[in-house]
């Protein structure tokens, strides 16, 4: 148990890390080689970059995080992150992660193959998961039973290729609850999600680079603007297959 006011980078490979305590850490906890493994002892694990910097910084590949919580302090205007995943970072794995504030996005992800799943993502300044293109060639993930809500713009954002995104829950978001956005985003697919009271679409589908977005067995209901918009290019969007009646 304890509190520790320590910015620790865990290097190396294989490493295995395991909490089995109450533990909270105010810094930046760096993961800046592969194959790791940091392991919580449940929600009581904490990872808090404050205003200091991100939650969690990954740095590597292939590296696992697990049973804890990640987080910043929300309101300060800072770009920090509870779990940022930087460039060339790829097949990282989040997995039942709490995030319950971020000063800007809750799980920012700028390398391929990223895995997210059964995580707790609310109340982030702007973006729940956010995989980014705008920096980096990103795409291949797999996000899955995830809960987005509250955050103060999109509760999901896709922006590269061939990602999964399935059963996950997006409401009262204060922009769109699922966004494919304008980059290189072919191939994506979108099956069994709940997106409900955002403030703009339940999904936004938007311009004609985002090709082949295959959206079936969703529930879009009860959202602003509209519960789904297709701005996209042979999107395989089936109405009856999808329920958009509010």
Not at 34 to 45: A, F, N, Q, V
Not at 72 to 99: H, L, M, Q, R
Not at 161 to 177: E, K, L, M, Q, W
Not at 214 to 234: A, W
């Amino acid at each position: 148990n304890g509190t520790y006011n320590e910015s620790p980078t865990i290097s190396g490979s294989g490493v295995k890390i395991v909490i089995a305590s109450k533990v909270i850490v105010t810094g930046v906890t760096t993961l800046s080689g592969s194959d790791i493994t940091l392991e919580g002892g449940g929600y009581s694990t904490l990872f808090n970059g404050g205003t200091t910097g991100h939650g969690i910084a990954i740095t590597g590949d292939r590296n696992r995080i697990q049973h804890l919580t990640a987080r910043t302090t929300p309101g300060g205007g800072n770009a920090y992150n509870a779990i940022n995943i930087a460039a060339g970072s790829d097949s990282n794995f989040v997995e039942d992660v709490k995030i319950p504030g971020s000063d800007q996005d809750g799980i920012s992800i700028l390398g391929r193959f990223t895995r997210v799943l059964n995580s707790d993502i609310i109340n982030c300044d702007r973006i729940g998961v956010w995989e980014n293109a705008i920096n980096a060639a990103v795409g291949r993930g797999l996000f899955q039973g995830n809960n987005v809500n509250l955050n103060g713009d999109d509760g999901m954002i896709i922006d590269g290729p061939a990602s999964r995104v399935i059963a996950n829950v997006d409401t009262a978001n204060t922009g769109n609850g699922f966004t494919v956005e304008n980059y290189a985003v072919t191939d994506n697919l979108f099956v069994g999600n709940i997106a409900i009271s955002n403030s703009k679409y339940g999904l936004r589908i938007g311009g004609s680079n985002a090709v082949h977005t295959n959206v079936h067995g969703n529930i879009f209901r009860n959202n602003t603007l509209g519960n789904y918009f297709d701005g996209g290019t042979t999107t395989k969007f089936n109405i009856a297959a999808n329920d958009t009646t509010n």
